[in-house]
């Protein structure tokens, strides 16, 4: 079985990738990891964020399997917003140990004409390098790029008069190893 993406196939069944958009190569493991968690409150943060600042907001393990793959980090999208105007600038980040992998701020922020509270949209979309064939833990921190990050809501519906049974989204994290041919 092959999978495709409009006529072009990117995967088939012999675990190779074909597409000269993506990279060339073939998928050593994808491994996901699921989260419910939602944070409100105080979240930190720094105008240059480390591994210790803001808030962890999802950690989990992973061992690459060879020592000279590359390795490709993405996430779903994690909706995050302020109940009173006092940051206006968030970021989303991934570490191992001291280490950074990824960081992204808010590409796009919508502020509310009336009230001034910032609400948007961060996700992970990241390829790297293997850090070798040990098991590190991926921290994934979430806070405020202009430091306090108080009075901060992170994946919680704004209004649950639609949401089904009221329930937190799901966010996924992705991490796949693969290996360029």
């Known amino acids: ?3 495709k993406v409009g006529n072009t196939e990117v995967f088939n069944d012999q675990g190779n990738l074909q597409t000269a958009g993506l990279f060339d190569g073939y998928i ?3 491994v996901s990891f699921t989260t419910q968690t939602n944070l409100s409150g105080t979240l930190g943060g720094a105008s240059d964020p480390g591994s210790s600042d803001g808030t962890s907001y999802f950690s989990f393990q992973f061992t690459p399997l060879l020592s000279d793959s590359d390795l490709l980090l993405y996430s779903s999208n ?16 991934a570490y191992f140990d001291t280490t950074r992998i990824s960081i992204v701020n808010a590409p796009v922020r919508d502020n509310n004409a009336r009230s001034s509270l910032t609400r948007t ?11 070798g064939t040990s098991q590190k833990t991926i921290d994934i921190r979430i806070g ?4 306090t990050g108080s009075n901060m809501v992170v994946n919680t519906y704004l ?5 089904p049974q009221h329930e937190t989204p799901e ?7 693969y290996r360029k041919t």
Do not use: R
């Open 171 to 177: 966010i996924s994290f992705t991490m796949i190893e």
């Open 159 to 163: 209004d649950t008069t639609y949401t």
């Open 144 to 147: 405020s790029g202009n430091g």
């Open 121 to 131: 949209y961060l996700a992970l979309n990241k390829a790297f390098s293997s850090w």
């Open 28 to 30: 050593l493991q994808c």
């Open 78 to 93: 994690i909706c995050v917003w302020e109940n009173s105007d006092s940051n206006d600038v968030f970021y989303l980040a």
């Open 1 to 3: 079985m092959a999978f």
